[in-house]
């Protein structure tokens, strides 16, 4: 049987795309204040990371295949993917700057296995989240074969045990000093990054097995927005996971039991629903309608590096909402029917959360 939608959680996903959305706002002005507040927008892509694991959990079904379940994921994620990265191609020659080989890197969605920054940002910097995505989704099949039949206790244990692995990374590459080498090992390399999604997916596991447990949403919130303030004033081998990653598992535990127990959630309601509906498109497209934006505004004589208070702030919020407007048509034109198109045809599908 079917199991219900999670309507929470796709709301949440623009929360998580808009905390990305300001860490990218900070190339055009904010200085320190803004900076003290949006660094750790890279921790929205983390929040993505156990969403995806937890939905994947959460709809599977025993009697799917490995190869249904690739043709699916591609048929939802690449056809947006690959217009944007012509778009990209396009924003990159009126710029000018001559597009290389390493530009055709997205198109393999490989380029994060290689530990340069050259490659794994190559064509447009939010591409190589979907190096790593691609990664989980081939993972997937094989990681819920062994993990689905886990009891509550084992999975709870495998939840510690990846968190533990998570935090002892950290330590060890802040102690190593960093470098970009350390730097790509634990925030670019799909499998270091597959530990948050495989805490999704036992979250998952441990929802479809009834787990009843049932934390306040309000205080879940709470505590995942202290969790970003503070990765904003922590050392960089600690902010894009660490702080973060067991408070966006509470606030994804939370948001899910909040859905499933009917009670009252905002993140169900219909704009943010709609809005997480068209994150995926948002996180796409909104390096490319920002620079279009900020540009267009130098051009006017209106120069973003001059913007200040109540000036900068509405310009950032121009580029958002452009971004929106943006990710609708994608999401319209692109997404919807691309998916409608390529995914595979069977009687009864499960119900599912569009995650990316």
Do not use: K
């Amino acid at each position: 049987m079917p199991r219900p939608r999670l309507d929470s959680l796709t709301g949440l996903r623009f929360v998580a795309a808009l905390a990305v959305f300001g860490l990218h706002a900070l190339n055009y002005g904010g200085g320190a204040a803004a900076e003290a507040l949006l660094i750790a927008g890279t921790t929205g892509v983390s929040f993505f990371f156990i969403v995806s694991g937890f939905v994947m959990s959460w709809t599977a079904r025993d009697d799917d295949t490995a190869v249904l379940f690739y043709r699916r994921r591609f048929a939802r994620v690449y056809p947006a993917y690959a217009v944007t990265w012509v778009f990209s191609l396009g924003a990159m020659v009126a710029a000018g700057r001559q597009p290389g080989l390493v530009d055709l890197a997205p198109l393999t969605l490989l380029q994060s296995w290689v530990p340069s920054e050259t490659v794994y940002w190559a064509t447009n910097a939010v591409f190589w989240t979907l190096s790593c995505e691609a990664f989980f989704y081939l993972a997937f099949p094989w990681i819920y074969r062994v993990v689905r039949s886990w009891t509550v206790r084992r999975a709870l244990l495998g939840i510690v045990v990846l968190v533990v692995a998570v935090e002892l990374l950290a330590l060890a590459v802040w102690g190593a000093g960093g470098g970009p080498i350390l730097h790509w090992l634990a925030v670019v390399f799909p499998v270091t990054r597959a530990a948050e999604f495989a805490v999704g997916v036992l979250l998952g596991v441990l929802a479809a097995r009834g787990v009843r447990w049932s934390p306040s949403l309000g205080a879940a919130v709470a505590v995942a927005g202290g969790a970003f303030l503070l990765a904003n004033h922590v050392p960089a081998a600690f902010r894009d996971v660490a702080v973060t990653l067991v408070p966006f598992a509470l606030l994804v535990w939370a948001a899910a039991r909040a859905d499933l127990a009917g009670r009252r959630s905002v993140f169900r309601s219909g704009p943010f629903v709609a809005l997480g509906t068209w994150s995926y498109a948002v996180y796409l497209m909104h390096p490319l309608v920002m620079r279009a934006w900020f540009e267009g505004l130098n051009r006017a004589g209106i120069v973003h590096s001059e913007l200040t208070g109540v000036g900068l702030v509405l310009a950032v919020c121009g580029a958002l909402l452009g971004s929106v407007c943006a990710a609708w048509l994608l999401h319209r034109a692109v997404e919807v029917p691309g998916e409608r198109r390529l995914r595979p045809r069977r009687p009864s599908s499960p119900a599912r959360l569009d995650v990316a």
